[in-house]
């Protein structure tokens, strides 16, 4: 009588070191991934000025209707000028670009200034395109701070990366516009 041999074949442990080799690539991946949106999600947080820009900017263009350059006709150019908006109210919210910042400045009804405040520091670039009289792309260049870590290692040493915060919006109060 035989007795039954125990442990594994080869074919087995060679399937068994196949797939956890598998698994384990799949792991690396998985934490590479988790790597970078941590990372991203860390750049955010040390600097949270681009996404309040883009916020303001996105409520104003909604509540916008329409333009003030343009008058409601779209143009197939890039401007660097200020964006001028005009709201339901009969307000007026203009965008501009003064030496390396962008300011938003609000107008009531009867042109007199309310408020006036700088959104974003180190502007490098700005420009506004009127795709249709109720759609506007927006595009600023600024400098983003580095990781607190980097500000410490070398000083005197500018470690600022230039990064474009992009949107197209649509404009929901256009005369006309009954829906999206």
């Not at 955010?44 to 681009?50: E, K, M, R, S």
């Amino acid at each position: 009588m035989r007795r039954a041999a125990s442990g594994f074949t080869v074919i087995e442990a060679v399937v068994s070191l196949a797939l956890m080799s598998l698994f384990m690539l799949l792991a690396a991946q998985l934490l590479r991934d988790t790597q970078l949106a941590t990372l991203a999600t860390r750049r955010a947080a040390l600097d949270p000025t681009p996404q309040h820009i883009a916020q303001q900017l996105r409520n104003d263009l909604h509540r916008a209707g329409g333009t003030v350059r343009l008058r409601g006709s779209a143009s197939a150019l890039w401007s660097r000028d200020a964006l001028t908006l005009r709201l339901p109210t009969g307000g007026i919210v203009r965008y501009e670009k003064t030496a390396d910042q962008v300011s938003r400045y609000l107008r009531d009804a009867g042109g007199s200034l309310v408020g006036e405040r700088p959104l974003l520091r180190g502007v490098v670039s700005w420009r506004w395109l009127q795709l249709s009289p109720d759609l506007v792309e927006v595009e600023v260049g600024y400098r983003r701070r580095p990781d607190g870590d980097a500000l410490d290692r070398q000083p005197g040493v500018d470690r600022s990366t230039i990064e474009i915060l992009r949107m197209r919006v649509a404009m929901r109060a256009v005369p006309g516009r009954r829906s999206w």
